[in-house]
């Protein structure tokens, strides 16, 4: 195995670069960037400096028959006196430096045109040549690019057409996934710093990257150097995670493992067979972790998934039992390389469903990618989505096992709907009525996701267990009790400050669409509403501020807490279609449920119900309101005992303010459009 430091142009010298389907892609972000722009301003400011260390370049040099399976059939021919070589370790630094190469020449032919001088001893011409795409003399117009990604045509061609602007590759469909999101954020960075940049500074900032810029170079030599070295760890750039490291654990094991074969045929046969395996199931891993571009899921979030529903270990050391322990070398040497095995075939198999209990919105996507083969349906879509909603991290285990289960036709979908619901009702009953604290239970329940994971037949006991222990755990008390606190303390604001407020209003949007406008297009979609700050989105009927004329015959001149106590009530709370909180400020009822093209005639179905059922707006409304979300709640959850807890705060609401008596009809309702 060779290392040296070598600087950019020697490591481009003779090499094509690809990126093996196994890896994960590139996932520098704007910071790793700016600290990459930062190091070479300070060299900018030190001309005659000394040459700067960067990080390393792990290379794995491709024999040319089996080189040829790396590249798109048309670039065989850049094979011709050069060494394909797939990049091991240090494509973030590499994939940044050449779309740094390519936009700082790009800038530099927008300032120049035809004058193709880059510096005194480059052109422009020659610079792309070394390190972006070399023509092919004998189909012109056509290029054999010297970096890319290696069995994966769809990123390669993004690549190609997208960030380095080559506009003879075809446009196929969109590519979304994370990775494709961060090459267009690096092209955008860089152009952005160019654009004030001159002639003679382009041509200066590219002789830093050419000539002192230094990377250790190490190159392996075989795959039994592939196994056993680490991936380096760098103090610059995106950190490895738990995840990477233990891929590359598992490399290293591969490695020492086949090594224990006397022969040398059998120990190459061996390696080949765990270093397949391993690589295989992660590409699979990194392809659905970067899926969704707007939804990027966490390394160690899914390591830490699969490590509980394999180890069953909840409340103990995640990485103290995997590196320390299951998978030391130690160990793994006298037990063989079957749990190494077992671990990463449930690493690949779990990813999908994963992918699809975090964005259940991207089901028809991954079924038609060949990705997952069950569709669940739109019931137990939509209730994953609510699970979702309510953002407890505990039960996603339960819910991922229970989808893997489905994956592979061991339980029905409507099994898995009712686990769902038992779970959705558990989360809003247990933390969003009872308060407890988020992590009661979750190493009880992280528990069960690791025996259903292990055995689909119990999962109708496993329903009716949550059901149970959700009802155990409802206190009318401690409900009414952290309410009268929120109204009482801090910032005195009531179901306003109640962290379940979004989803029961949201809820309660979706029951008036179902039942009483059903046949109407919904009014609301959850992503776009959570997008706007509650200020925005949930309007104060009676509002805060409540000096307007109407507002004070109706509730008198009220004390502050009194005045708040009714403002912040839950039938004072209304869910808008839209922002317009800043129109209706503290204008009448009337104004807002009836004039303009905003009022609430014509917004959510929420904001119309209002309008239709209360032609004035008073503490007696504010009650009737509160009573009838209070019953859709006991209703929709099945709140043990939810009448009393209603009563409860209905009677305060009526006995702690001293409001005048409500008016007689005032104004006439007016005639529905």
């Known amino acids: 195995m060779a290392n040296d430091i070598k600087s950019i142009a ?14 994960r892609g590139y996932a520098w972000e704007d910071k790793h960037r700016q600290a990459f722009w930062d190091d070479l301003e300070i060299m900018s400011s030190t001309p005659n400096g000394p040459p700067h260390y960067t990080g390393l370049i792990s290379l794995e040099p491709i024999k040319k028959p089996e080189a040829v399976k790396y590249l798109q059939p048309p670039e065989h021919w850049l094979l011709e006196g050069r060494e394909l070589c797939l990049v091991v370790d240090g494509q973030q630094r590499l994939t940044t430096l050449v779309i740094f190469i390519h936009e700082l020449l790009l800038r530099h032919a927008e300032l120049s045109g035809d004058n193709d001088v880059l510096t005194t001893t480059t ?41 380095l602007d080559d506009s003879g590759i075809a446009a196929a469909g969109a590519v979304t996934s994370a990775y494709a999101r961060e090459l267009a954020n690096a092209k955008n960075f860089f152009h952005r710093k160019f654009s004030s940049f001159d ?88 392809e659905m972790l970067g899926w969704c571009a707007s939804n990027v899921l966490d390394d160690d979030q899914f390591l830490n998934l699969v490590w509980l529903l394999r180890f069953n270990k909840p409340g103990e050391s995640r990485d103290q039992h995997l590196f320390s322990e299951e998978f030391h070398p130690s160990r793994i040497m006298q037990a063989g390389w079957s749990s190494i095995h077992a671990f990463v075939r449930d690493l690949g198999a779990i990813a999908p469903s994963w992918v699809l209990i975090n964005t259940p919105e991207e089901c028809d996507a991954l079924l038609a990618a060949g990705k997952i083969v069950g569709n669940p349906g739109m019931e137990a879509l939509s209730w994953v989505a609510r699970i979702n909603r309510l953002d407890s991290l505990a039960f996603l285990p339960l ?73 155990s755990k409802f206190s009318i008390d401690a409900f009414f009790d952290s309410v009268k606190g929120r109204q009482q303390w801090g910032d005195k604001k009531g179901f306003y400050a109640w962290d379940e407020l979004p989803v029961v209003l949201f809820e309660y949007e979706s029951n008036l669409h179902n039942t009483r406008y ?100 008073t503490p007696d409304a504010i009650c009737s309101r509160t009573e009838r979300l209070l019953e859709f709640i006991g ?19 009526k006995t702690d ?17």
């Open 10 to 23: 020697e490591i481009f010298s003779g090499r094509i670069f690809r990126i093996p389907d196994y890896q």
């Open 123 to 163: 052109r422009r011409s020659g610079v792309e040549e070394t390190y972006i795409r070399q023509p092919n003399l004998l189909a012109p117009g056509n290029f054999g690019y010297l970096f890319g990604y290696a069995n994966n045509p769809d990123m390669d061609d993004f690549l190609r057409r997208s960030i």
């Open 199 to 286: 002639q003679q500074k382009l041509s200066e900032w590219y002789q830093l990257v050419a000539n002192r810029i230094r990377f250790n170079l190490f190159e392996v030599s075989n795959d039994f150097d592939v196994c056993l070295t680490f991936e380096a760890m760098n103090n610059r750039g995106k950190p490895l995670s738990d995840l990477e490291k233990l891929k590359s654990r598992f490399l290293y094991l591969a490695g020492l493992l086949a090594g224990k074969n006397e022969a040398e045929e059998n120990r190459k046969q061996a390696l080949l067979t765990y270093r397949n395996h391993i690589n295989s199931h992660w590409k699979v891993v990194y």
């Open 399 to 471: 819910i991922t096992a229970a989808m893997v289960h489905f994956q592979n036709d061991r339980i029905t979908a409507e099994s898995f709907v009712e686990l769902c619901k038992a779970v959705e009702r558990h989360i809003f009953i247990v933390f969003g009525l009872a308060e407890r604290r988020s992590h009661t239970g979750r190493n009880l329940y992280f528990g069960k996701a690791a025996k259903l994971y292990e055995d689909a037949s119990m999962l109708q006991q496993l329903v009716s267990e949550i059901n149970v222990d959700t009802d």
């Open 518 to 617: 059903a046949g109407n297009n919904p009014k609301v979609s959850w992503v776009e509403w959570k997008q706007g700050d509650l200020a925005e989105t949930v309007e104060h009927i009676y509002p805060q501020t409540a000096d307007n004329k109407y507002w004070t015959e109706r509730f008198g001149a009220l004390v502050d807490d009194r005045q708040r106590l009714l403002a912040h009530s839950l039938g004072n709370l209304l869910l808008l279609s839209r922002s317009k909180n800043s129109e209706l400020q503290n204008y009448s009822y009337v104004v807002k449920a009836r004039e303009g093209d905003h009022c609430y005639r014509r917004g959510s179905f929420s904001e119309m119900e209002v309008e239709s059922d209360w032609n004035d707006w």
């Open 635 to 653: 209703q929709r959850w099945k709140v043990p005992l939810w009448n009393e807890a209603s009563k409860k705060i209905l009677e305060q609401i």
């Open 657 to 673: 303010n001293e409001c005048p008596p409500p008016l007689p009809d005032q104004i006439p309702l007016q005639a529905r459009g």
